[in-house]
């Protein structure tokens, strides 16, 4: 994670620490993202984007960031139905009428671009904080999630489960050939150090 990350943190006022971290965490790991999801966060107005810097972020310059979004609500090409199914089911289940759940709900859609578990893709510590944040901003989606599927795994399951789609090899997930996939460790290196993690939990 770059100096972005820890500036962006530091800079955080959202009531929330978590939001701070989702925020900061996706906008942060942009770069990695395959276009066009590789813009701060992906679906939002320019004018969007800047209302919510100066709401979560207000001692970052933002100028930049802001720059590379669009003026208006852009029209996805790569993935665009994906995206937006995606954003339309995390917006049904806000659990907060709020700009903060509204923002977390297209960081998340964006996040869900990467290639990488969820959580990390999310610039988060680890799945502990990404459990917790779909717990507090989408807790109905969060009660459904009852064997502690893999995030990404479980948002796709939903959206195929909206679409009648069936994609279950088996009638129960303890005898499929994929538990694994679909229920294992989500191993790997978080993409925030130790020390910025304190940071972040310190913010006032």
Known sequence: ?????????????????????????????????PAPYDVPIAGLARQSFADMMASVFPGFTADGLVAAMPL?????NRRADEFEDLLDLLL??????????????????????????????????????????????FTSLFVRNVGDMKWKKF?????????????????SCGVCVDYKVCFGKEEGLAPVSLEDVWSAANVA
């Not at 208006?72 to 996805?76: A, D, K, R, V, Y």
């Open 1 to 33: 994670m770059n100096a972005d990350y820890r500036s962006l943190i530091e800079a955080g006022c959202a009531t929330e620490r978590l939001t701070i971290l989702a925020l900061a965490g996706v906008i942060s790991v942009a770069p990695t993202r």
């Open 72 to 76: 208006t609500q852009s029209t996805l």
């Open 92 to 137: 049904e289940h806000c659990t907060w009428r709020t700009d903060e759940c509204f923002w977390v709900a297209h960081a998340l859609a964006t996040a869900s671009m990467g290639g990488n578990h969820l959580w990390q893709d999310m610039g988060l510590p680890d799945r502990v904080a990404l459990s917790e944040l779909i717990e507090c901003n």
């Open 155 to 171: 948002l796709y399951r939903e959206l195929c489960k909206r679409a009648e789609v069936m994609i279950c090899k088996s009638p």
